[in-house]
């Protein structure tokens, strides 16, 4: 059951640096410090004993794993955070497959510094 305002947040990994975590925990701090509740895939990547400096290709069966993982928990949240560029954002399956989960969901979708300015003007 949802309670509070809770965020996924989402965001572009494969093909970029240490699979783009470090993006991920800078976002989650920022979203944190300013209240939000924050689901992030990377965090439980790591929680599951992924290490960001694996290499590709990715372990067998991880990224359907996660995709199920993390679709699970879209539907815990209220809204959705994006990370990364707009070219990112077109060359990511995984997050094109995340944005699709929100559009069913019916879930608010916003970059994170949007989320961000949100919440310092007061707003949701």
């Known amino acids: 059951m949802k309670s509070g305002f809770s965020l996924y947040l989402a965001g572009p990994m ?5 699979w783009n975590f470090d993006a ?3 976002a ?3 979203l944190r410090a300013a209240g939000w509740c924050v689901w992030c895939p990377a965090e439980q990547d790591e929680m599951l004993g992924f290490d960001p400096d694996t290499p590709p290709p990715l372990p067998p069966d991880f990224l359907e794993d996660a995709l199920l993982r993390n679709a699970l928990a879209m539907t815990q949240v209220h809204g959705v955070a994006v990370l990364g560029t707009t070219d990112q954002k077109s060359r990511s399956k995984g997050l094109a497959v995340e ?7 019916d879930l608010p979708v ?8 949100s919440k310092q003007k007061g707003g949701l």
């Open 14 to 18: 494969t093909g970029l640096p240490r």
């Open 24 to 26: 991920f925990a800078e």
């Open 28 to 30: 989650c701090v920022k």
């Open 99 to 105: 944005l699709a989960i929100a559009r069913y969901l």
């Open 110 to 117: 916003l970059p994170a510094n949007e989320w961000l300015a």
